[in-house]
């Protein structure tokens, strides 16, 4: 039996290249997979994250919409509908300077400042004189009593609408609640009186009014404005 032959040394150092180029090449693939592996695992940790995020924001708008009170809608203008309890006067219009003695307590209509009050609602009492000018142009004066329940107060503002409304405390009220309109005035003793939301359906943006669908917005802002 013949022995084998020797390696010769060239091909040694060729077979050693061969290996080392092949342990390069297993080395390499290696590297990439624990690359593309990595890569897999923090793409999907980004979908999960941009998933939770996403339904978070969801969540976040959802509560907001839910928890934010909503205005109440009306319809502008009324049908003649007459409710009980509702006063009627003959107030003139115009312009003056200086405080004016109102014939109603608080007032609906008269003479007013040339300036009117910019609808939203008041933490302290408003000048009569702007709030007139308001109910000229077709606005809701809701005025309550001071001492007025914080839980009457929020259940009241849950039934205004979102404009031509104006809210606001007022000293020596004939009721715990007033609601005035030009001409006009409803009291009552609670925020769920029934009569509420009907007196906004007969007397909000009312036509019936010296100036209807005057701005109520872009003049005097009084102490106190919250919204």
């Given at each position: 039996?013949?022995?084998?032959?020797?390696?010769?040394?060239?091909?040694?150092?060729?077979?050693?290249?061969?290996?080392?180029?092949?342990?390069?090449?297993?080395?390499?693939?290696a590297e990439f997979?624990?690359?593309?592996?990595?890569?897999?695992?923090?793409?999907?940790?980004?979908?999960?994250?941009?998933?939770?995020?996403?339904?978070?924001?969801?969540?976040?708008?959802?509560?907001?919409?839910?928890?934010?009170?909503?205005?109440?809608?009306?319809?502008?203008?009324?049908?003649?509908?007459?409710?009980?309890?509702?006063?009627?006067?003959?107030?003139?219009?115009?312009?003056?300077?200086?405080?004016?003695?109102?014939?109603?307590?608080?007032?609906?209509?008269?003479?007013?400042?040339?300036?009117?009050?910019?609808?939203?609602?008041?933490?302290?009492?408003?000048?009569?004189?702007?709030?007139?000018?308001?109910?000229?142009h077709g606005a809701?004066?809701?005025?309550?009593?001071?001492?007025?329940?914080?839980?009457?107060?929020?259940?009241?503002?849950?039934?205004?609408?979102?404009?031509?409304?104006?809210?606001?405390?007022?000293?020596?009220?004939?009721?715990?609640?007033?609601?005035?309109?030009?001409?006009?005035?409803?009291?009552?003793?609670?925020?769920?009186?029934?009569?509420?939301?009907?007196?906004?359906?007969?007397?909000?943006?009312?036509?019936?009014?010296?100036?209807?669908?005057?701005?109520?917005?872009?003049?005097?802002?009084?102490?106190?404005?919250?919204?």
């Open positions: 039996m013949s022995a084998t032959p020797p390696v010769p040394p060239a091909v040694k150092k060729q077979l050693s290249v061969k290996a080392q180029r092949a342990a390069e090449r297993e080395r390499k693939l997979k624990k690359r593309e592996a990595r890569a897999k695992r923090n793409r999907r940790i980004g979908i999960w994250s941009a998933v939770v995020g996403g339904v978070a924001v969801v969540g976040l708008i959802v509560a907001a919409i839910v928890l934010t009170p909503q205005a109440a809608s009306y319809s502008a203008g009324g049908d003649g509908t007459k409710i009980e309890g509702v006063e009627t006067f003959e107030n003139e219009a115009g312009h003056v300077e200086g405080v004016v003695d109102y014939a109603q307590t608080p007032p609906a209509g008269g003479e007013h400042n040339q300036m009117w009050l910019n609808c939203g609602v008041y933490e302290q009492p408003v000048p009569n004189e702007n709030a007139v000018h308001s109910l000229e809701i004066w809701v005025t309550y009593d001071s001492d007025l329940p914080a839980a009457e107060l929020e259940a009241l503002k849950k039934q205004l609408p979102s404009t031509y409304v104006v809210l606001s405390p007022f000293d020596d009220l004939p009721s715990p609640i007033v609601l005035s309109g030009w001409n006009t005035q409803l009291a009552v003793d609670a925020a769920d009186d029934e009569r509420i939301p009907t007196f906004f359906e007969e007397y909000w943006k009312s036509q019936n009014v010296p100036e209807p669908g005057a701005l109520c917005t872009g003049a005097f802002d009084a102490p106190g404005k919250v919204t």
